[in-house]
T-cell receptor, first 112, second 114 residues
Framework: GESVGLHLPTLSVQEGDNSIINCAYS??????FIWYKQESGKGPQFIID?????DKRQGQRVTVLLNKTVKHLSLQIAATQPGDSAVYFC???????????FGRGTQLTVWP | EAQVTQNPRYLITVTGKKLTVTCSQN?????MSWYRQDPGLGLRQIYY???????DKGDVPEGYKVSRKEKRNFPLILESPSPNQTSLYFC?????????????FGPGTRLTVT
């Protein structure tokens, strides 16, 4: 079956530094990728997405990079702030429309 | 305010006692889905619905039922709950299934089955 994995379950960074969260996926046919942020006690919240016909997409302080050759994507957060502390999930759309596969999440902690 | 609501937010029940977790969205979204979240496992899809009267299984459908009789509601039914269904449950919706990125998630329902 399809799987999505994260490289590190936890990441600690200093406020103001850049953060990079990595994710690997198994299905080479995956064509759509999403990053979610989940703050404590809340449901996941959409951050940014990217389609397989792109290598890079930028949002506000966030950049997603997609490397289809090695089936890897990353989320970069610039100038990380305490409010960025949360669990970050990557997800991929399955071969079947409507299916979504999540990674296990990376807990990002930002230290002042 | 655009939102997905779930009820109850917290529930403690006993093995075998049927329960329903309700989910409602006010955004006229076609697509709705249920997920469970367990420590170290991320979110796993239970069931999803592309539109009214159309539902399909996700990764972990065993022990769960759903129905989509109206566009706004997508209840999750546990006919005979067991302790391994103790989990945090999220309902989500998006405008269409082809664009799942901007899924709106509910606040979650924490279920404990003893």
């Amino acid at each position: 079956g399809e799987s999505v994995g994260l490289h590190l379950p936890t990441l600690s960074v200093q406020e103001g530094d850049n953060s990079i969260i990595n994710c690997a996926y198994s299905n080479s046919a995956s064509d759509y990728f999403i990053w979610y942020k989940q703050e404590s006690g809340k449901g996941p919240q959409f951050i940014i997405d990217i389609r397989s016909n792109m290598d890079k997409r930028q949002g506000q302080r966030v950049t997603v990079l997609l490397n289809k050759t090695v089936k890897h994507l990353s989320l970069q957060i610039a100038a990380t702030q305490p409010g960025d502390s949360a669990v970050y999930f990557c997800a991929t759309r399955g071969s079947t429309l409507g299916r979504l596969y999540f990674g296990r999440g990376t807990q990002l902690t930002v230290w002042p | 305010e655009a939102q997905v609501t779930q009820n109850p937010r917290y529930l403690i029940t006993v093995t075998g006692k049927k329960l329903t977790v309700t989910c409602s969205q006010n955004m006229n979204h076609e697509y709705m889905s249920w997920y469970r979240q367990d420590p170290g496992l991320g979110l796993r899809q239970i069931y999803y619905s592309m539109n009214v009267e159309v539902t399909d299984k996700g990764d972990v459908p065993e022990g769960y039922k759903v129905s989509r009789k109206e566009k706004r509601n997508f209840p999750l039914i546990l006919e005979s709950p067991s302790p391994n269904q103790t989990s945090l449950y999220f309902c989500a919706s998006s405008l269409i299934a082809g664009y799942l990125g901007e899924q709106y998630f509910g606040p979650g329902t924490r279920l404990t089955v003893t």
